[in-house]
């Protein structure tokens, strides 16, 4: 896959359809949106993703929006869907402030677009203005074959990015976890930890997760931590580590059952399976440590009966 980012000079000679959206977290409600861009690489076009870089509510309003996936994850995620090239365009003020009409004759010019594939609550535009129907009204004008799509629904409602992050908010991960399709997870570096507390009595990775990156509760979840290709069981915790200092920076400190070796430095990607406890603060680290070996008997559990990663 070509990854085009940081960048508004693009350009592709071959016919393509482009498909248009935020796709934060590529959950269960781009499934259609997806199976309809396949359908159309048998057809003998090339694949292409159309997002932007930052979220357009924080260049517009100035609010931080968090995000299901980073740049970084999603562009793994479309990888492994086997999409020909994501366009991360950065939302310049000329971007923010482009006509509907002139947003859709620069992907046709720029990027030879032959199908366009979007969802119906797709906006676009100065202002938003711009819309499915519009991208119909627009077809014959720009000659493409305009796609729109309806999103999946949960129980009569869409999913949608909104949707898992109420969920995940909540602390419902499995819930989460249905609704994108696969389990939420932080992938980043493993970094040195502080040597105190959880990670001086059990043998632990540690990771900083991103800044942009939304989090469950803080609080120990069982997890698999994906290792050079390799899946580990274990148990993770999120937050502070309240019991071993008072300023301690958001991280994700995760024990793996039956692991030896050293990967300071590497990615690995970490997935959320279910929810233990909340973070508490322990008077001692030796009652620390007793609930440590329950939550680690707990992650056990749940994996005797579904994998041997324990």
Do not use: W
Not at 92 to 108: R, S
Not at 255 to 275: A, M, N, R, S, W
Not at 294 to 305: F, H, L, V
């Amino acid at each position: 896959m070509r990854y085009v980012k940081e960048c508004t000079d693009f350009y592709i000679e071959e016919p393509t359809v482009v498909s248009l959206g935020k796709f934060d977290g590529i959950h269960r409600g781009h499934e259609l949106l997806m199976e309809c861009v396949k359908e159309q690489k048998k057809q003998g076009l090339k694949t292409v993703v159309f997002t932007f870089d930052i979220p357009p509510k924080k260049q517009v309003s100035g609010e931080e929006g968090l995000v299901l996936t980073t740049n970084t994850e999603k562009m793994q995620l479309f990888e492994k869907l086997g999409i020909d090239y994501l366009i991360e365009c950065p939302f310049t003020p000329k971007i923010m402030h482009m006509e509907p009409e002139d947003f859709i004759e620069m992907l046709v010019k720029k990027l030879h677009m032959k199908c366009l594939v979007a969802g119906k609550d797709f906006r676009f535009g100065h202002n938003r203005r711009g819309d499915y129907r519009f991208l119909l009204e627009k077809a014959g004008v720009y000659g493409y074959e305009p796609k729109i799509v309806d999103k999946m629904q949960d129980k009569g409602r869409d999913i949608s990015s909104t949707y898992i992050r109420e969920e995940l908010s909540q602390g419902n991960i499995e819930k989460a976890n249905e609704l994108l399709g696969y389990p939420y997870f932080i992938q980043g570096e493993v970094v040195h930890g502080r040597k105190l507390g959880s990670s001086a009595l059990y043998p632990t990775i540690n990771q900083i997760p991103r800044p942009e990156k939304m989090l469950p509760p803080f609080g120990v979840y069982v997890t698999r931590t994906m290792v050079g290709g390799q899946a580990f069981g274990g148990i993770t915790n999120l937050g502070i580590k309240p019991t071993v200092g008072e300023e301690n920076p958001v991280g994700v400190e995760t024990h793996l059952f039956h692991f030896q070796g050293d990967i300071y430095g590497k990615t690995v990607k970490v997935e959320f399976l279910k929810p233990v406890r909340r973070e508490m603060r322990f008077d001692s680290i030796g009652e620390l440590k007793v609930q440590i070996q329950k939550d680690i008997e707990t992650a056990k559990r749940y994996y005797e009966n579904i994998t041997n990663l324990c």
